[in-house]
T-cell receptor, first 116, second 113 residues
Framework: AQTVTQSQPEMSVQEAETVTLSCTYD???????LFWYKQPPSRQMILVIR??????QNATENRFSVNFQKAAKSFSLKISDSQLGDAAMYFC?????????????FGGGTRLMVKP | DAEITQSPRHKITETGRQVTLACHQT?????MFWYRQDLGHGLRLIHY???????NKGEVSDGYSVSRSNTEDLPLTLESAASSQTSVYFC????????????FGPGTRLTVL
């Protein structure tokens, strides 16, 4: 079974600064997908960014980028130019690449606080 | 616009009662999932379905059941509610491809007294 670990329960960042959230995972599969979800106080789960394991290039979505280290099984999220609206819980998630296992396995989450 | 809805948004019940949480999606997705969210655990999979009449147990399925009679709905039933089932419950759906995003409902906060 796959496991996902987020070792930082809480992080804080100054507005306009950069912050990196850590995620490690354990799997024996070679084909999989990794995701970062944002959960603001509204509780809504919002997809931030996704990465296919077969791609070496790190995914980027505007101010959000990932550092995907497949050999180390590490998938960190970098938020640049942090904004007050970035304050939320962030969850790292794993999804198997074979269609028999489309469910997500989540890490425990990191609460990000943004200081004005 | 397509969406996924959950009802009720908040529910308080008593130990031993049967409770059903509704989930309805208009994406026409084959895959539907139920997760529970507890502090420190992230979201954990309860049950999932890959289509009508298909249901499967997830990581924390004890005390829960689901049925899938149509594409749009996957109700979650707590047969005999326990205080340990106090949690926030999320329904999600996705199309068949593992690449595709799972869309989440707004969540139901369930309190079992």
């Amino acid at each position: 079974a796959q496991t996902v670990t987020q070792s930082q329960p809480e992080m804080s960042v100054q507005e306009a600064e950069t912050v990196t959230l850590s995620c490690t995972y354990d799997t024996s599969e070679s084909d999989y997908y990794l995701f970062w979800y944002k959960q603001p106080p509204s509780r809504q789960m919002i997809l931030v960014i996704r990465q296919e394991a077969y791609k070496q290039q790190n995914a980027t979505e505007n101010r959000f980028s990932v550092n995907f280290q497949k050999a180390a099984k590490s998938f960190s999220l970098k938020i640049s130019d942090s904004q007050l609206g970035d304050a939320a819980m962030y969850f790292c998630a794993y999804r198997s690449g074979n269609n028999a296992g489309n469910m997500l396995t989540f890490g425990g989450g990191t609460r990000l606080m943004v200081k004005p | 616009d397509a969406e996924i809805t959950q009802s009720p948004r908040h529910k308080i019940t008593e130990t031993g009662r049967q409770v059903t949480l509704a989930c309805h999606q208009t994406w026409n997705h084959n895959n539907m999932f139920w997760y529970r969210q507890d502090l420190g655990h992230g979201l954990r999979l309860i049950h999932y379905s890959y289509g009508v009449q298909d249901t499967n147990k997830g990581e924390v399925s004890d005390g829960y059941s689901v049925s899938r009679s149509n594409t749009e709905d996957l109700p979650l039933t707590l047969e005999s509610a326990a205080s340990s089932q106090t949690s926030v419950y999320f329904c999600a759906s996705s199309s068949l491809s593992a690449y595709n995003e799972q869309f989440f409902g707004p969540g139901t906060r369930l309190t079992v007294l």
